[in-house]
């Protein structure tokens, strides 16, 4: 079974999920490629800012998959 992660923070798109969680068996997080844009859509101003802001939203995603960095 498959359950499409979509946290508040994921620039949305018809075309695909921000990551996909899947249950049958063991669980798996898929994450989809994240890039360095914030949720207003605003984009970081230089490659570090967003670096950063990739990273949050591949944290978002995973939060959304109840996992985090850090398993």
């Given at each position: 079974?498959?359950?499409?992660?979509?946290?508040?923070?994921?620039?949305?798109?018809?075309?695909h999920?921000?990551?996909?969680?899947?249950?049958?068996?063991?669980?798996?997080?898929v994450?989809?490629?994240?890039?360095?844009?914030?949720?207003?859509?605003?984009?970081?101003?230089?490659?570090?800012?967003?670096?950063?802001?990739?990273?949050?939203?591949?944290?978002?995603?995973?939060?959304?998959?109840?996992?985090?960095?850090?398993?």
């Amino acid at each position: 079974m498959f359950h499409g992660l979509e946290p508040q923070r994921a620039q949305t798109s018809p075309f695909h999920s921000a990551g996909i969680r899947v249950t049958h068996f063991d669980e798996l997080v898929v994450v989809s490629g994240q890039v360095g844009v914030r949720p207003d859509g605003t984009i970081g101003q230089d490659i570090i800012e967003q670096t950063q802001i990739a990273f949050e939203n591949v944290e978002a995603v995973l939060a959304e998959g109840r996992l985090d960095l850090g398993r």
